[in-house]
């Protein structure tokens, strides 16, 4: 209760802690958005790479659907489809658009059926791709391995640098808002060398500063979560609607995984900025 008093006392000086804590955690919170957006993308074009097996002709029914359970149960197969003849054809003509019609230039459809294979992970491609061509039944396979491990690398390098800029903030944002901490403290040094002076323990006189701290990094991550996803949400909703093809996470998904990180870091760095604050003081 004595911290939650103070913090009301000084309010000029709590103001302008959770401000300068805002500030610095706004920052903390844009890295954490890019990171996220970056990792939901990257994701998501690991989740379509894909194996497709490419059956030969004169397959009957039976034959096909028996690859079909052996394919499916292949480690490292998620899920897969059945692309038949007429609709490899048909999506052959969507991808070449409306300038001319395939089918009026062909006797007979020259491609083959096939099955799409999804992997659980995009490390199982190859695994998979070697295996499908042991069966006889399959003509050839495609299975964009090497764009895989490329995407692989990609999306490990983007990952790591997420994580190396997030700490580098968060070591930042610790000292600024410690610094800021330390001028309330000092605006109190009296008060705390009356309570030394009567007896007071050392975790007696630490507990309403703790209290104050975890109080400021509260309400400075508070507004810092507010800003950074009511911007994400300006910026998501604009791009969905000039550019819809580009895969953005949902704003409601990026606010709840940056708002518990930000509150966890400022009410941490507030409360680990008082005790450094507030040592310099009960030192006998």
């Known amino acids: 209760m004595e911290g939650f008093e103070g913090f009301r006392r000084n309010g000029v000086m709590s103001a302008a802690a959770v401000t300068i804590t805002m500030v610095t955690l706004l920052a903390l919170g844009g890295a954490l958005v ?48 059945y ?28 491609l083959p059926a096939s099955y799409v294979l999804t992997a659980d992970d995009p490390a199982h491609l190859s695994a998979i791709a070697a295996a499908a061509r042991e069966f006889p039944e399959v003509e050839d396979v495609n299975d964009g391995s090497q764009a895989a491990a490329r995407l692989l690398r990609v999306t490990r390098i983007i990952r790591l640098a997420g994580d190396a800029a997030g700490a580098a903030l968060a070591l930042v944002a610790l000292v600024i808002i410690a610094s800021a901490i330390r001028l309330t403290v000092f605006a109190r040094r009296a008060e705390i060398e009356v309570m030394r002076l009567v007896g007071a323990t050392a975790w007696f006189i630490r507990w309403p500063f703790l209290v104050e701290g975890a109080i400021t990094g509260g309400c400075g991550a508070g507004g810092a979560v507010l800003l950074v996803a009511g911007a994400y949400t300006v910026v998501a909703y604009g791009a969905r609607a000039s550019l819809p093809f580009l895969l953005l996470p949902a704003p409601e998904q990026v606010a709840l995984s940056v708002s518990w990180k930000l509150v966890l870091w400022g009410v941490a760095i507030g409360i680990i900025g008082s005790l450094l ?8």
């Open 83 to 110: 692309v038949s003849k007429d609709e490899a054809l048909t999506r052959f003509q969507q991808s070449i658009g409306g300038q001319m019609d395939v089918q009026d230039l062909l006797t007979r459809n020259p």
């Open 34 to 81: 890019v990171a996220a957006t970056l990792d939901h993308i990257a994701r998501h074009l690991e989740r379509q790479m894909q194996v497709v097996a490419y059956l030969r002709d004169g397959l009957t029914p039976a034959q096909a659907g028996a690859l079909r359970d052996r394919l499916a149960r292949l480690p490292g197969v998620r899920s897969l489809d």
């Open 277 to 284: 604050a507030v040592r310099k003081y009960l030192r006998v």
